[in-house]
């Protein structure tokens, strides 16, 4: 990436006021449908995690979203319940040994994501946007990059350019990738880049591709 942005006066949000709503209007009607289009998929899948009995089927984790707040993230649980027993959060490689066997089916289809149609629902979340992240993370990386906080004009997404193309943010140099991926995407975001980025994510999952 050269993408190269050191305040915040340089950049501009790619979409206009009516863009933003439509875009707002988008999740929420395509987040309901996908609720009640999947409802036997969530069905089955809580039954399978409820079996194992071994935690809670859903996991909670706070990310931080839109205007700087935090949220809930909701996703099925793939990982063991004691992965960051010490509580220092932990990067998706350090728990990856502990990922339960159906765990990894869920993660390999992506299927762990899919209670982030409720985030969406809800306003929390878009169906396009930078992935959220911990404080914790953000800390770090604002450190080596401030410009971070200009993601907060911004929805966090279930999918971005950098997910597809940047893959699993498993170390600090993909987490600085990560963002000026992100940055550019502000810069340059509109309802036809949105559409074609989840296009583009639908035909990779379709594909069994790894993203």
Same mark, same amino acid.
């Given at each position: 990436m +050269?993408?190269?942005i050191? #305040?915040?006066?340089e950049?501009r949000d790619g979409?206009?006021a009516?863009?933003?709503?439509a875009?707002?209007?988008f999740?929420v $009607?395509a987040?309901?449908f996908?609720l009640?289009a999947?409802s036997? $998929?969530f069905?089955?899948?809580?039954?399978?995690?409820?079996r194992?009995?071994d935690g809670?089927v859903?996991?909670?984790?706070e990310?931080?979203?839109?205007?700087?707040?935090?949220?809930?993230i909701?996703k099925?649980? +793939?990982?063991?319940?004691d992965c960051?027993k010490d509580? $220092?959060p932990?990067?998706t490689?350090?728990c /990856?040994q502990?990922?339960?066997?159906?765990?990894?089916?869920l993660?390999?289809h992506?299927?762990d994501?899919?209670?982030?149609?409720?985030?969406?629902?809800v306003?929390?979340m878009?169906?396009?946007g930078?992935?959220?992240e911990?404080?914790y993370?953000? /800390?770090?990386?604002?450190?080596?990059?401030p /410009?971070?906080e200009?993601?907060?004009?911004?929805?966090?997404?279930? +999918?971005?350019?950098?997910?597809?193309?940047n893959?699993?943010t498993d170390?600090m140099?993909?987490?600085l990738?990560?963002?000026?991926? /992100?940055l550019?995407?502000?810069?340059k975001?509109s309802l036809w880049?949105?559409?074609?980025i989840?296009? #583009? +994510?639908v035909?990779?999952?379709g594909?069994?591709?790894k993203?």
């Amino acid at each position: 990436m +050269t993408l190269e942005i050191s #305040t915040e006066t340089e950049i501009r949000d790619g979409m206009n006021a009516v863009e933003r709503v439509a875009k707002r209007l988008f999740d929420v $009607v395509a987040a309901a449908f996908g609720l009640l289009a999947l409802s036997p $998929v969530f069905l089955y899948v809580y039954l399978r995690l409820r079996r194992q009995a071994d935690g809670p089927v859903i996991f909670r984790q706070e990310r931080i979203g839109l205007g700087g707040r935090p949220f809930e993230i909701l996703k099925f649980r +793939t990982l063991a319940v004691d992965c960051e027993k010490d509580g $220092v959060p932990q990067l998706t490689e350090k728990c /990856d040994q502990q990922v339960t066997p159906f765990g990894q089916f869920l993660r390999e289809h992506h299927l762990d994501e899919l209670p982030q149609l409720w985030n969406v629902l809800v306003g929390d979340m878009s169906f396009v946007g930078p992935r959220p992240e911990r404080q914790y993370f953000i /800390d770090r990386i604002m450190q080596q990059n401030p /410009d971070y906080e200009l993601l907060y004009r911004m929805r966090p997404g279930i +999918t971005s350019m950098a997910t597809l193309y940047n893959g699993y943010t498993d170390t600090m140099e993909k987490m600085l990738i990560r963002l000026q991926m /992100d940055l550019e995407y502000l810069q340059k975001r509109s309802l036809w880049l949105d559409l074609k980025i989840i296009l #583009t +994510t639908v035909s990779l999952l379709g594909y069994g591709k790894k993203i």
